[in-house]
């Protein structure tokens, strides 16, 4: 990871392309038929839904939108992007969705949060869908309806782990320590300085926070609404090293207590780092959601 650039200018075909996905997936969701959604991903796509393990493959993500829709019929879908950003060997956009749903025969939910999709160029510059991840703005009553035993997934908790190696896997292995403390002890102001000035966290039953004010605000407040933690153990997956960008794909396990309430809860989520103009590493976009 190199030292701190602007992300380049993304080329008008990509542009085109991510314009289409948009009204590719709506049109999925909205007819009932997958295909639209499947067509882009990448054979080894990552599908990384709030409340569903990690979907790992074009066959397993083909499964998830028919289990998807054949729980649900979705009665609206938009999606309003924020941000496109071409980091090199891949091109980022983050943005807010809204959908209405109804479980067949009941009630209808209205859903709104925010995704993080991350396309792969190919040797002829085409993009397919190489991660897609959304959470939500707050805990649905239907929470427990998103989840899919019969989808093929995986904890990525409970995944291996990136070995330790010199370069930015030290570094962000050390920093990764650093943040566990932060953590645990409720020490919001030290939370925040890992996160870019120019930083925007899709938070997991949040809002979009962006910028040095209110990430400061953000990671202060919600600091301290934190439980207990008798074990919190962050970890990384993979490290994706674009060269200005760093991808990381982590986890969290928590151990936690609060007042008469205690349990172990798994997480995951998407850093991308970026250096400063100093040479420290530090998070530019982020999104997380549990399993």
């Not at 939500?136 to 427990?144: G, M, N, R, V």
């Not at 962000?172 to 650093?178: D, G, I, S, T, V």
């Not at 986890?251 to 309430?261: D, F, I, Q």
Request: charged share 25%; hydrophobic share 40%; net charge neutral.
């Amino acid at each position: 990871m190199t030292a701190a650039a602007e992300p380049r200018e993304v080329a008008r075909e990509h542009r085109a392309a991510l314009d289409a996905y948009r009204t590719a997936i709506a049109g999925a969701y909205l007819t009932g038929k997958p295909e639209g959604a499947v067509r882009p991903l990448a054979e080894s796509v990552r599908l990384m839904p709030a409340y569903q393990k990690t979907v790992l493959g074009k066959a397993d993500a083909a499964t998830y939108y028919q289990t998807f829709l054949k729980r649900f019929e979705v009665r609206t879908y938009e999606r309003s992007p924020i941000e496109v950003a071409d980091l090199g060997q891949r091109v980022m956009e983050i943005g807010r969705f809204t959908m209405t749903v109804a479980a067949r025969g009941s009630e209808t939910h209205t859903l709104a949060g925010k995704y993080m999709d991350l396309w792969e160029k190919s040797p002829s510059g085409a993009l397919t869908l190489h991660t897609a991840a959304w959470n939500h703005d707050e805990l649905p009553k239907i929470a427990d309806q998103l989840r899919f035993a019969e989808v093929p997934s995986v904890h990525l908790a409970l995944q291996a782990r990136v070995p330790v190696t010199a370069g930015i896997r030290l570094e962000l292995a050390a920093l990764q320590k650093l943040e566990e403390t932060a953590i645990a002890q409720h020490d919001g102001k030290t939370w925040a300085l890992f996160y870019a000035n120019d930083g925007i966290v899709l938070a997991n039953h949040g809002t979009v926070v962006s910028g040095r004010k209110a990430l400061d605000e953000y990671f202060e407040r919600h600091a301290k609404a934190l439980p207990v933690f008798e074990k919190l153990d962050l970890r990384t997956h993979q490290l994706d090293d674009l060269g200005d960008y760093v991808v990381e794909y982590a986890s969290g396990v928590a151990t936690w207590r609060m007042n008469e309430w205690s349990g172990v809860n798994l997480g995951k989520g998407i850093l991308i780092w970026r250096r400063t103009d100093g040479g420290t590493p530090q998070i530019w976009r982020a999104i997380g959601m549990y399993d």
